[in-house]
């Protein structure tokens, strides 16, 4: 079945770390961008981080650059979120998904089921 799993998420303490994994199923993802999401209750989904597979190159936005570090590893066809300093506004849960490259202005494609992180004060 073609599909992403998310997996790590918890509750950490503010200051603490986490490690994402997000888990191809039913394809390579080696050629596509996987981009992580977030989602608060009552809010839109925003997203975080991207790698482009193909070379490697990243983005992430201004509220987690210095904090967060996505990475691919493709002979695992897994993509990680290294999330470090964790703020109580960090709280959501987080999604991965497929678009052909980050920076992406059309929709994108699979999702995940998503994995909840609470960092408490």
């Known amino acids: 079945e073609v599909g992403l799993v998310e997996s790590g998420g918890g509750l950490v303490k503010a200051g603490g770390s986490l490690r994402l994994s997000c888990a191809a199923s039913g394809f390579t993802l080696d050629g596509y961008a996987i981009s992580w999401f977030r989602q608060a209750p009552g809010k839109q989904r925003e997203e975080i981080s991207c790698?482009?597979?193909?070379?490697?190159?990243?983005v992430h936005a201004d509220s987690v650059k210095g904090r967060f570090t996505i990475s691919s590893d493709n002979a695992k066809n897994t993509v990680h979120l290294q999330m470090n300093s964790l703020k109580p506004e960090d709280t959501a849960v987080y999604y991965c998904?497929?678009?052909?490259?980050?920076?992406?202005?059309?929709?994108?494609?699979?999702w995940g089921q998503g994995t909840q992180v609470t960092v408490s004060s």
């Open positions: 998904t497929t678009s052909p490259i980050c920076n992406w202005y059309g929709d994108y494609g699979y």
């Open positions: 790698i482009n597979t193909r070379d490697g190159t990243t």
